[in-house]
């Protein structure tokens, strides 16, 4: 599957490497800049330019990030770059970076046999281009979720893994994720003592490979748990459609009850079943804010047969109807509006 040779702790090839950076509105700049830094590290503790990279832009002007800042940019799109790589970072809101002129752009640039890749939920956008069909790939955890639900590109397998390397096309999640995924490059292109090196001039105290999953498990949320109580959260992530009773989850865990309770009870703080509603709420927001089902279909992802109950349900968590979040989710621009909170894993201090 992957197109870089196996790890070699000597320098295989000490070639330079120009990479392109395609920055689309809302990207993150955490993730834009767990990739980029690694190459300038790689550079300074090779005392060489091994690597050198391009920012570029849809139209040439400065971009403005998740968190508010403008990125300068040195290029448009179609300033013509020869480029070893093109990476595309994006973020929040990214169905509204899909527009022509940038999916035509990296259809070219396939046709050119260029490699790509995508940051954070920068795959979404080479899957909407048609550049990922017959690929491995992944994004953020909360994208693939909504990709699944609405049965988007079938002809491109989505995988939770934190970066993928299949052939000429490099993805990875956000966050840190970035980092990880340049780190395995820079080993293979460069030898894996060169990337060991840069990981330990960042404090990172493991390169995490290909196979590493993206999802925060619970204990590590919680900062401390047992093994049947993450047993029951992963069953209750694995039937939000159709909800088990709490009979169901202890008869599948080997346990009582009671048992179920006590343990939600010390380690969450809350009753299993409140917890669970959480899971489904919060699944519930992100299928409003990244899909286009209706309503009515969303309710019924996330195990909620009458929609008035539903209605209710998300009213009481979130403080609007699901209808409101439709609106506020047009009303973005550019991000998450001022106040509003990121849907992430169930607050479990606050249920």
Not at 42 to 65: F, M
Not at 203 to 214: K, M, S, T
Not at 269 to 294: D, N, S
């Amino acid at each position: 599957m992957e197109s870089l040779h196996s790890p070699n702790r000597h320098a295989p090839n000490e070639e330079h490497h120009d990479f392109g950076f395609v920055l689309l509105p809302g990207f993150s700049l955490l993730a834009f800049s767990s990739a980029l830094e690694p190459l300038r590290m790689a550079n300074h503790l090779a005392d060489r330019r091994l690597y050198t990279w391009h920012l570029v832009s849809p139209d040439g002007r400065p971009v403005r990030s998740s968190s508010g800042l403008d990125m300068a940019v040195d290029c448009a799109m179609e300033d013509g770059l020869s480029l070893d790589l093109v990476l595309v970072c994006a973020g929040v809101d990214v169905q509204d970076c899909c527009d022509r002129d940038t999916l035509a752009w990296l259809r070219r640039l396939a046709r050119r046999r260029i490699p790509l890749g995508g940051v954070c939920t920068g795959g979404y956008v080479l899957a909407q281009a048609g550049v990922l069909d017959g690929y491995s790939c992944t994004l953020h955890w909360e994208h693939i979720s909504s990709i699944h639900e609405a049965l988007l590109f079938p002809a491109v397998t989505f995988t939770p893994q934190l970066f993928v390397i299949d052939r000429d096309r490099y993805t990875c999640s956000g966050g840190i994720a970035p980092l990880d995924m340049m780190l395995t490059l820079i080993g293979r292109q460069q030898g894996l003592a060169l990337a060991e090196a840069i990981a330990e001039e960042f404090i990172h105290e493991r390169i995490r490979e290909v196979g590493d999953r993206q999802r925060t498990p619970l204990r590590v949320r919680l900062g401390r748990t047992h093994p049947k109580l993450e047993e029951l959260a992963t069953l209750m992530e694995a039937n939000l459609q159709e909800p088990l009773s709490l009979d169901e989850l202890a008869r599948y865990a080997n346990l009582s009850r009671r048992q179920v309770e006590r343990l939600f009870q010390r380690y969450v703080g809350c009753p299993p079943l409140k917890y669970y509603m959480e899971l489904r709420l919060v699944r519930a927001r992100l299928l409003l804010r990244q899909t286009h089902m209706p309503i009515t279909d969303v309710a019924l992802a996330c195990g909620f047969i009458s929609p008035p109950h539903f209605t209710k349900c998300y009213h009481d968590r979130f403080g609007h109807s699901p209808s409101r979040e439709r609106l506020r989710r047009s009303d973005r621009e550019g991000g998450l509006v001022p106040g509003e909170e990121r849907p992430d894993a169930p607050r479990v201090e606050e249920l």
